[in-house]
């Protein structure tokens, strides 16, 4: 069962939100404290588990039709941890949530609460945002920015039009990032009746619709003040390794699978270069 819950957890993607949180919280306090180590700790497992576990639960049909799940790319659960999953991310969740919501001003209860609220409304019945073509990539995009948001909010942030820039770049990535992943999983959503922006576009479409969100995304951290422009270039890794699915057809969808492999190892060799800078950005400030 452990061993199937940190799977659920994603654990290649723990630092994607915990890193955003962290970074945003620690430029803009300068300094460590209590806070930030509780925060980071936080997005980097409870709410991991808790959008991917609650994910694999819900996504139980599709994901038996998917011979990618049941490893580094997410549970293949047993119907028999589906309640303890459930039960351990509301368990694991809730203590950090009460300490944050204890420190926070009210603008950031609103922040954090709204991150909840789209971390659920993607996955469970009743809401089910991923099946909804276009809202489900900017829900999980805003999965990833809303610790950037609420650690800017949390920690006291001066918004700029610069760092609108960056939340919106990053916002652009996320879009794309996901729209992206979804096309290798086509043929298994059709075959468990699941819409996504991937089903509806098909394969090609889709992976055209990703570029152009990175696209995007560089383009607008041209906008940003200096060294903001040299992210700009991280666009370019993302959009070399979709260009061979530019014209994937739907049946060869799962092909796609070799770029997303690749697209996780850029996500950490970017996410390098994006630490040297905002470290530059730091010294700047000293």
């Not at 994910?55 to 047993?78: I, M």
């Not at 950037?148 to 609108?164: D, E, K, M, N, S």
């Amino acid at each position: 069962m452990l061993r199937q819950l940190v799977l659920a957890s994603r654990p290649l993607s723990w630092i994607d939100t915990a890193f955003p949180f962290a970074a945003a919280y620690l430029l803009t306090t300068g300094h460590v404290d209590a806070v930030l180590v509780v925060g980071t700790l936080y997005f980097l497992v409870p709410y991991n588990l808790a959008l991917y576990g609650i994910n694999d639960v819900f996504d139980y049909e599709s994901d038996l039709r998917n011979p990618r799940k049941g490893g580094a790319e997410g549970a293949l659960l047993d119907r028999r941890v589906h309640r303890a999953t459930l039960v351990a991310s509301a368990v694991t969740n809730v203590p950090f949530l009460v300490f944050l919501v204890a420190v926070g001003p009210p603008l950031s209860w609103l922040v954090l609460a709204a991150g909840i609220f789209a971390l659920l409304a993607y996955s469970v019945r009743g809401l089910r945002f991923k099946e909804v073509p276009f809202l489900d990539s900017a829900t999980s995009s805003t999965h990833f920015v809303g610790p950037a948001l609420y650690g800017l909010v949390l920690a006291g942030a001066v918004f700029t039009p610069g760092l609108w820039l960056v939340l919106l770049a990053f916002f652009l990535w996320g879009i794309g990032s996901h729209a992206f992943g979804a096309v290798q999983d086509i043929v298994p959503d059709r075959e468990a009746g699941l819409a996504s922006i991937a089903t509806v576009l098909g394969a090609a479409w889709t992976t055209r619709f990703a570029m152009a969100a990175w696209t995007a995304a560089g383009l607008a951290m041209l906008g940003t003040p200096w060294p903001g422009p040299v992210a700009a270039l991280l666009a370019v890794p993302y959009l070399l390794t979709a260009a061979p699915f530019w014209s994937l057809p739907d049946e060869r969808a799962s092909a796609a699978n070799r770029g997303w492999r690749r697209f996780l190892w850029i996500n950490y060799a970017c996410g390098f270069v994006v630490t040297l800078l905002l470290i530059a950005v730091a010294l700047g400030r000293a």
